[in-house]
């Protein structure tokens, strides 16, 4: 990789956001070291972002571009899910990331709530899960009557619980658990 004050400018800034969230949390982040670590200035960041929330927002979702998690069609559920949860474990840094936030001050700051710092992490995204049921139902795979919403949100939700928790990716063997042992019992067609 290049060193940071070769890269574009905002490209640049926003890795030396990412690289101070990882090292120190959304609590020890701080416009003047983000700003060091790229080569440039506070009052640059300041035109581009107002203030460190929206600065770590946006470097949590470079990150989360770099390991996209749509996956392609390959004719059978698990294989489809299985390859999902392994693309959502490469972006398990980012959701630890996240939870700085959570724990730091952000929503009393902002007034907002997880959900929305959720939808600003998203925004824009397709959702790949929901890509991957809906062909799992025209091949006849799984019941359409058993994609409740809590049941259709299951397998992100336990991700994303892991994550949370642990601040690591779910074990492989875990995830082939929650794909063979809970999820497609809920699911397959009869």
Do not use: C
């Amino acid at each position: 990789m290049r060193p940071v004050w070769q890269l574009p400018v905002r490209r640049a800034i926003l890795e030396a956001a990412w690289a101070e969230l990882a090292e120190r949390g959304y609590s020890g982040l701080t416009m003047e070291a983000v700003a060091e670590r790229a080569g440039t200035s506070r009052p640059v960041l300041a035109r581009r972002w107002d203030g460190k929330a929206p600065l770590a927002i946006a470097a949590i979702r470079q990150q989360m571009t770099k390991h996209p998690l749509k996956v392609s069609d390959q004719g059978n559920l698990r294989a489809e899910l299985l390859e999902f949860l392994e693309r959502a474990s490469d972006r398990a840094s980012g959701i630890a990331a996240a939870f700085t936030l959570f724990s730091s001050g952000y929503f009393t700051e902002s007034s907002s709530v997880p959900k929305d710092l959720r939808a600003a992490l998203i925004q824009g995204e397709v959702q790949p899960l929901s890509a991957i049921l809906e062909r799992a139902v025209k091949r006849g795979e799984v019941d359409p009557k058993g994609l409740i919403p809590p049941v259709a949100s299951l397998l992100s939700d336990l991700f994303r619980h892991h994550v949370i928790m642990n601040f690591s990716a779910p074990p492989p063997a875990l995830r082939k658990v929650w794909v063979d042992a809970m999820f497609l019992p809920l699911v397959r067609a009869k």
